[in-house]
């Protein structure tokens, strides 16, 4: 499985917007789960959206539903993770995974356990200020 590649971090004001970004590189995932998590300073890492490989199930984490939206491009191959009223509670590392052993598959019950995903990024950090 490829690398997959993050980009969108940055740094933002409280109640601000970012979109993050996911790539494989040299790998589809089109038939795949893909996920966002992060680790905030501190903390271990926790479960933030998920995706099935149509794009049209999608799960995320009661911290972040109403403000984070996750989508997938299987044309463009990658999945993005919209970023709406930032709180600083949101400052982490964010990192995309795929479920690259279950394709075309949504495994509900698994989805927001990092063990379910075999390929990893390197993350991307988010800061948000006030």
């Known amino acids: 499985q490829g690398q997959l590649i993050e980009s969108g971090g940055g740094t933002v004001q409280v109640g601000g917007s970012l979109t993050l970004s996911c790539t494989p590189s040299?790998?589809?995932?089109?038939?795949?789960?893909l996920a966002w998590f992060r680790r905030g300073p501190g903390k271990e890492r926790e479960f933030v959206a998920a995706?099935?490989?149509?794009?049209?199930?999608?799960y995320e984490a009661d911290s972040v539903k109403g403000r984070f939206t996750i989508v997938r491009d299987n044309l463009k191959n990658t999945v993005y993770l919209h970023m709406n009223n930032l709180e600083l509670e949101d400052t982490a590392v964010y990192y995309c995974?795929?479920?690259?052993?279950?394709?075309?598959?949504?495994?509900?019950?698994?989805?927001?356990?990092?063990?379910?995903?075999?390929?990893w990024g390197q993350g991307t950090q988010v800061t948000v200020f006030s």
């Open positions: 995974a795929a479920d690259t052993e279950h394709p075309y598959n949504f495994r509900r019950s698994y989805v927001a356990g990092a063990q379910e995903y075999d390929s």
């Open positions: 995706v099935w490989w149509r794009g049209s199930t999608t």
């Open positions: 040299g790998s589809s995932i089109a038939s795949t789960t």
